[in-house]
C-alpha cells in the first residue's frame, strides 16, 4: 500500500489536529486501531500491518510484506486456506472463519480472521483489509466453562453431574455384560475439626490426598468423583464376584487412610464409607446411590472408619432383621401398603392405554418407602405373597371402582414375584377375584420377569398358559438383564416384552443399547408380541423408539408412578402425549454439526437458498438430540470438536441411524484420521475446510441425491426433479 508517510515520520505524541492531511491522519489511526489490521492486494499479499497486527503475530512489517496472508495459517491449514481465501478474494464476497494463526515466533493462538473488501468510490477498483481479533481469551473460557461444569476445580475429579452420567453408562454396559458393580461412598470423617482446628488449606489439602490416592490406587476402568464436601465416589466393576469386589474396595480404602504430613504438622484421618452392589442391591443409578448412601449412613452409626454393605430390608434404615420383617408384617395388616400406578402410553395413538401398579410402603416413622426397601426383605421373610396378594386385590378394587366411575377402562398390570407366581391354585384365585369384582380379565396383566420363569421351565410354562387361558395380557419385565434369548423365551406364552430401562437410557447415545432395543423390537414383532419400553425419559428417547416400530411406553416423560385419585384424574381428562411427529419430515433435512457458530452461521447462509430444512448443532451430545427428535437424511460434522471428534460422532450416527448421509468437514491433514472412518462407512464424503462454496454446495446436493438412490422407498421431496 502506497502510504503517504512512513509510520517513522508521524509521532505518537502528535495531536490529531496537527494532520493536515487526511491520507496521514488515516494512516496514524490505521496503526493505532485497537483490531489487528492488515491489508492486501486481490493475490492476498500483504501490502500493509498495523501495530496490533504485528504484536499479534510477532513479527515485524518486513517479514510479512510482499508474502501471501495464507502464511498466517497454521501450517495444516495453509493450503485450504489458500483455497478459500483466493474464493473469497475472486467472487468479491470476502470470507473468515475463527482459526489458529501461526505466530513468526512459531506459537498459536485463536484469532476470528475475517478478510472484506473496501470499494474505492472514486476509481470502483476494490481493495481488501484483513481484520485479526485474538479470541484465544473466549476458547479459554469456553474450555474452562466445560472443565468447570463437569470437574470439581479443587480436587479436579469429576464432579457429582459427570460422575451420575459415567455411572449411567458403566451400569448400561455392565448389564448388558452380566458383571457386579460396586458402588463406594465415601466419607471424610470430621473434616470440618480439621478446618477449624488446622485451617482450611490443610483440610484442602486431605482432600486432596485422598483424591490423589484414590486416582493412583484405582484402575482405569474404575469411577472416581467428589461427590461434594467431604464425600468421594468410588465405583469399581469389571467383576464377576460381588464379595471380591468389596474386598479390593476394603483394601483400596484402607490404604487412603495413611496419615498427611506437611512441613508443618502431621495431620490423622480416616474415611467411612458405604457400599451397594449392582444388580443384587439396586439396578438403577439413583437406587443404587441411595443404597451406598444409607450403607454409609449406618456405618458412620457404628463409629469413624468403618465400612458398611448395603442389606437389603430395613437394616439400613437403623432396624434390626427381626424388628423388619415384624414391621413389615404389620405394615400389610395396618394398611400401610401403597398402590401407586404409572401410566403406559401407546406409542400409534398417544393414549394412556395402560398402567403399572407399583407398591409403595407408607411408614409411620420413615416416610413413604420405595419397593427396593422391603421387596426383598418380603421374599426372604416369606411376605411376599401376602404382599402380592394385597396388591393384586387392591389393583383389582381399584379397576372395578374406575369402571363404577364410568372412566374408560384401561388395563392394570402387576407385578407377580417367583414364589407368588409358582403358588398352587394361582390361576383359580385369579378368577376368583376377577369374577367377585366384575372385571374382566382383559383387564389385568401380570409382569414376569425372566428370573421368574427360567427357574424349572416346563412347570413355568404350564401356569402361563393357564393364566393366558383366563384372558390375562401376560408381559416379560426387565427384558435384556437375564441372559435367555426372546427365541427361547417365546416358548412361553407372553404378549408383550418390556425392554428394560438400562437400554432405554442411552438409547440416543449409545449405539449398543440402541441396536439392542432395536433388534428386540424386530426379533419380538417377528414372533408376534408387542413391544413397551420402560423409563422412558426424554422426548428424543420416546421419538427414536417410536421410529422404530416401538409399541408402547412407560416413563417419567410422561408421568412418574402416582396415586389413584391423581390417575383419576387424568383418565378423566383424556391425558396423553402429543404424538406429532417432526413437521418437516417430508423436507430434505441437513444437520450441521460445529463448535464454532460462526461456521454453522456461515454454512446456513450459505445454503439458505438451497431449500433444505436446516439444523444445527454446537456439539456432538446437541446433535444426537436432535436427530432422535428429527427425521435428518444429511449430516455434516466439523472434525475437530471437544468431547467427541467428528469421525467418532459419524460413527455414532452411523449405528444409530445407518440410512443418513454423513459427511465430515475437515483440514487436509487430519485426512489421515478420517480414513479409518471412511474405511468403515461411516463417513460419505469428506469436505475440505475452508471449503469452497460453489463444491460445498454441490457436495450437499449429491449427498441428498445418494440418499434418495439408497432409499428409493423414501418419501423425501425431490426437489431437483422439480
Ligand atoms: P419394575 O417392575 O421394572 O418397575 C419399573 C420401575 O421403574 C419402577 O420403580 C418405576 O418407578 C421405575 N420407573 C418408571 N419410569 C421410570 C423412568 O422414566 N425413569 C426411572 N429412572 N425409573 C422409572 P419402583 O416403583 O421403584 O419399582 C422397582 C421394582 O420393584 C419394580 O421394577 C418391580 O420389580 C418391584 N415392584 C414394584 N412393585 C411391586 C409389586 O407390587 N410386587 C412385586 N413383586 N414387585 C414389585
Ligand atoms: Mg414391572
Ligand atoms: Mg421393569
Known amino acids: 500500500m502506497s502510504s503517504p508517510t512512513t509510520p517513522a515520520q508521524v509521532t505518537d505524541s502528535a495531536g490529531i489536529e496537527q494532520f493536515v492531511d487526511e491520507r496521514q491522519l488515516l494512516h496514524v489511526l490505521m496503526q493505532r486501531s485497537a483490531i489487528g489490521l492488515i491489508v492486501v492486494d486481490t493475490l492476498g499479499v500483504v501490502e500493509f500491518v498495523n501495530t496490533l497486527a504485528q504484536t499479534l503475530c510477532a513479527c515485524s512489517p518486513t517479514q510479512l510484506v510482499g508474502k501471501n496472508c495464507v502464511t498466517l495459517f497454521a501450517q ?38 475475517q478478510l472484506v473488501p473496501v470499494e474505492d468510490a472514486r476509481t470502483g477498483s476494490t481493495r481488501w483489509c484483513v481484520f485479526l481479533h485474538d479470541i484465544s481469551h473466549l476458547k479459554h473460557a469456553a474450555d474452562k466453562i466445560q472443565h468447570i461444569s463437569s470437574f470439581d476445580q479443587l480436587t479436579l475429579l469429576p464432579n457429582r453431574a459427570q460422575f451420575l452420567q459415567n455411572l449411567h453408562q458403566l451400569l448400561s454396559s455392565a448389564s448388558a455384560n452380566g458383571d457386579f458393580v460396586l458402588m463406594v461412598w465415601i466419607d471424610v470423617d470430621h473434616l470440618r475439626t480439621i478446618n477449624d482446628a488446622m485451617g482450611h488449606a490443610v483440610a484442602d489439602q486431605v482432600l486432596l490426598t485422598v483424591a490423589d490416592r484414590m486416582r493412583e490406587a484405582s484402575r482405569r476402568q474404575d469411577l472416581l468423583a467428589r461427590l461434594g464436601g467431604d464425600e468421594f465416589a468410588l465405583v469399581l466393576s469389571g467383576g464377576t464376584d460381588a ?44 437406587d443404587l446411590m441411595s443404597c451406598a448412601e444409607m450403607a454409609l449412613r449406618e456405618a458412620k452409626k457404628a463409629g469413624d472408619g468403618g465400612i458398611g454393605h448395603f ?76 404382599l402380592g396378594e394385597w396388591v393384586m386385590r387392591t389393583a383389582v378394587q381399584q379397576i372395578r371402582d374406575w369402571r363404577t366411575d364410568g372412566l374408560t377402562p384401561v388395563r392394570v398390570a402387576v407385578n407377580l414375584s417367583a414364589p407368588h407366581f ?32 427360567m427357574r424349572d421351565a416346563e412347570a413355568a410354562i404350564h401356569i402361563v398358559d393357564r393364566l393366558k387361558m383366563l384372558g390375562l395380557r401376560i408381559s416379560l419385565d426387565d427384558f435384556g438383564t437375564g441372559y435367555s434369548s426372546l427365541a427361547y423365551l417365546s416358548r412361553f406364552a407372553i404378549d408383550v416384552i418390556k425392554i428394560d430401562q438400562s437400554f432405554v437410557a442411552n438409547i440416543t447415545t449409545n449405539p449398543v443399547n440402541a441396536s439392542i432395543a432395536t433388534a428386540t423390537i424386530a426379533m419380538a414383532h417377528k414372533l408376534g408380541k408387542t413391544v413397551i419400553a420402560e423409563g422412558v425419559e426424554t422426548q428424543g428417547q420416546m421419538t427414536y423408539l417410536r421410529r422404530h416400530e416401538c409399541d408402547e411406553m412407560q416413563g ?27 413437521q418437516g419430515e417430508a423436507q430434505m433435512t441437513l444437520l450441521l454439526v460445529d463448535d464454532e ?4 452461521n456461515a454454512l446456513k447462509r450459505l445454503l439458505r437458498r438451497e431449500g433444505y430444512r436446516i439444523l444445527c448443532a454446537e456439539s456432538a451430545a446437541q446433535g444426537l ?55 468403515k462407512g461411516a463417513i460419505y464424503r469428506y469436505i475440505s475446510k475452508p471449503w469452497d462454496d460453489a463444491m460445498f454446495k454441490q457436495d450437499v446436493t449429491q449427498a ?19
Request: aromatic fraction near 6%.
Open 243 to 286: 464379595q471380591d469386589l468389596r474386598e479390593a474396595a476394603e483394601r483400596l480404602i484402607r490404604n487412603l487412610e495413611v496419615d498427611l504430613v506437611t512441613q508443618a504438622c502431621t495431620v490423622k484421618f480416616s474415611l467411612t464409607a458405604g457400599t451397594a452392589i449392582f444388580p443384587t442391591d439396586a439396578r438403577y443409578v439413583d
Open 704 to 722: 441428498f441425491r445418494y440418499y434418495r438412490e439408497r432409499n428409493p422407498a423414501s418419501t423425501l421431496n425431490n426437489h431437483e426433479a422439480d
Open 76 to 113: 495444516d491449514l495453509a493450503s485450504v486456506a489458500n483455497t478459500a481465501l483466493q474464493n473469497g478474494l475472486a467472487n468479491g464476497c470476502g470470507w473468515g472463519m475463527e482459526t489458529m494463526i501461526q505466530r513468526m515466533d512459531g506459537t498459536q493462538f485463536w484469532c476470528d480472521f
Open 422 to 453: 409358582r403358588q398352587k391354585g394361582l390361576p383359580d384365585a385369579i378368577e376368583k377375584l376377577l369374577f367377585d369384582h366384575g372385571v374382566p380379565a382383559a383387564l389385568l396383566e401380570l409382569e414376569l420377569t425372566e428370573s421368574v420363569m
Open 625 to 679: 438430540d436432535l436427530l432422535a427428535t428429527h427425521r435428518v437424511h444429511v449430516v455434516i460434522s466439523d472434525q475437530r470438536m471437544p468431547v467427541m471428534t467428528g469421525t467418532e460422532f459419524l460413527s455414532r450416527v452411523k449405528d444409530l441411524y445407518p440410512d443418513t448421509v454423513r459427511l465430515v468437514l475437515s483440514g487436509y491433514s487430519e485426512l489421515e484420521s478420517l480414513t479409518d472412518a471412511i474405511n
Open 597 to 600: 457458530p460462526n461456521i454453522l
Open 556 to 582: 417419567y416423560l410422561f408421568s412418574r408412578p402416582v396415586d389413584a385419585p391423581t390417575i383419576s384424574d387424568m383418565l378423566r381428562s383424556g391425558a396423553g402425549i402429543n404424538l406429532s411427529l417432526d
Open 311 to 386: 442389606v437389603t430390608g430395613l437394616g439400613n434404615l437403623g432396624a434390626s432383621h427381626a424388628q423388619a420383617v415384624a414391621e413389615l408384617r404389620n405394615a400389610i395388616a395396618a394398611g400401610e401398603l401403597r398402590l401407586h400406578y404409572q401410566p403406559q402410553l401407546s406409542l400409534h395413538s398417544g393414549q394412556v392405554i395402560g398402567l403399572e401398579a407399583l407398591v409403595r410402603w407408607q411408614h409411620p416413622t420413615r416416610g413413604l418407602l420405595a419397593p427396593f426397601h422391603f421387596i426383598a426383605l418380603a421374599e426372604e421373610c416369606g411376605l411376599i405373597i401376602t
